[in-house]
């Protein structure tokens, strides 16, 4: 009589694999998507170190006067006014928000003829100024004259962060010659 042998765990053939479920391709590429993006050249880097502290990777870096800003006639009840749009950029110059005081002043012939701020600190301001559709900050200031049709008023623009940052910005507007 022979001795029999003891017998050894089977590896799965090509026939017993079919028997495990297979995750479907969009879901492997998604994996290998995430996977690729995390190795890209800014993975990691959210808080950059900075010195003694760490700051804050899409902090406003960079503050402009949009292009968007528009002046706005007077009219029956309503006196003339400019919606100031402020726009603030990151470091890959990408739209952001920031945190602490806006103003914007109103020049026509060197002469002050409207201000506003606004308190980007907390929730409030920001949900008060903050348009989502054009990621800028909205102020209407009224004006204490009417600028002459074809005239160019300045909006002059500062930011103090609560992380001791400033910026500046201005921007001419042409006042229209008829009323929008």
């Known amino acids: 009589m022979l001795p029999t042998l003891p017998t050894l765990p089977t590896l799965p053939t090509l026939s017993t694999l079919s028997t495990f479920p297979m995750p479907r391709l969009s879901v492997l590429l998604a994996v290998a998507t995430l996977m690729l993006s995390a190795c890209g050249e800014h993975a990691g880097q959210d808080v950059a170190s900075a010195g003694a502290g760490a700051t804050w990777r899409w902090r406003a870096e960079k503050m402009e006067v949009s292009a968007l800003s528009t002046p706005m006639v007077a009219r029956a009840g309503r006196g003339s006014m400019i919606d100031a749009r402020i726009e603030f950029f990151d470091s890959d110059r990408d739209e952001t928000k920031a945190v602490g ?14 201000r ?37 008023v300045v909006l002059q623009a500062t930011f103090e962060g609560v992380d001791g940052s400033r910026m500046t910005a201005s921007r001419e507007v042409r006042w229209p010659e008829t009323a929008r």
Request: proline share 6%; hydrophobic share 40%; net charge negative.
């Open 101 to 114: 005081q806006l103003a914007v002043v109103v020049r026509f012939d060197s002469n002050e003829i409207g």
């Open 116 to 152: 506003q701020s606004a308190d980007l600190a907390g929730v409030g301001g920001h949900a008060r100024a903050w348009d989502s559709v054009t990621e800028t900050y909205s102020m209407q200031i009224p004006l204490s004259i009417d600028p002459l049709p074809g005239r160019v």
